[in-house]
């Protein structure tokens, strides 16, 4: 099994799955290394390796499935308290699998799964100025994509 194409394995049915939920662009099943209890992952099954190689429409989807999921896990006999929602891009992110996924994650009080980070308090110059870097940056991209090249 090799694991950089485990998921196109899953969609093609070569490899097994615990699947939770199916459609023609979708598929959602359990994780076989949960870090709680019924842990899903909600994948495209047309490959994408990174995000921005992903069709918006489709990343759409898999949140919408993901909050379907979410609900599902609450009624089910899972019967969290929370869910989080994790999607690792690129290798310093923490992704392990190169096929855009989504990690659904039940939570319920004491379960030992958290996020370690160290939060800043960064002067509103220093955030303006990334707002400005990050919008300017997102626009060109958007002008691209248009076919443009007036920046605009």
């Known amino acids: 099994m090799d694991p950089y194409r485990i998921f196109a394995d899953i969609v093609a049915g070569r490899a097994p799955a615990s699947k939770v939920y199916e459609d023609p662009d979708v598929l959602a099943f359990m994780d076989i290394r949960p870090v709680t209890p019924g842990h899903l992952l909600v994948i495209p099954k047309v490959p994408a390796r990174s995000l921005a190689e992903l069709d918006p429409v489709i990343g759409g989807k ?21 869910v989080n929602f994790f999607l690792a891009d690129g290798v310093t992110a923490g992704q392990e699998v ?4 989504l990690h659904v994650i039940p939570r319920t009080p004491g379960d030992g799964f958290g996020l ?5 308090s960064p002067p509103r110059a220093d955030l303006d100025y990334l707002a400005a870097s990050i ?14 090249s007036d920046g605009r």
């Open 116 to 120: 370690r980070s160290r939060a800043t």
């Open 135 to 148: 919008r300017g940056a997102a626009q060109r991209s958007e002008s691209v994509a248009e076919g443009r």
């Open 98 to 101: 190169f096929h855009v996924h």
């Open 62 to 82: 898999l949140f919408q499935v993901g909050q379907r999921l979410a609900a599902a896990l609450r009624a089910s006999e899972v019967g969290c308290d929370g």
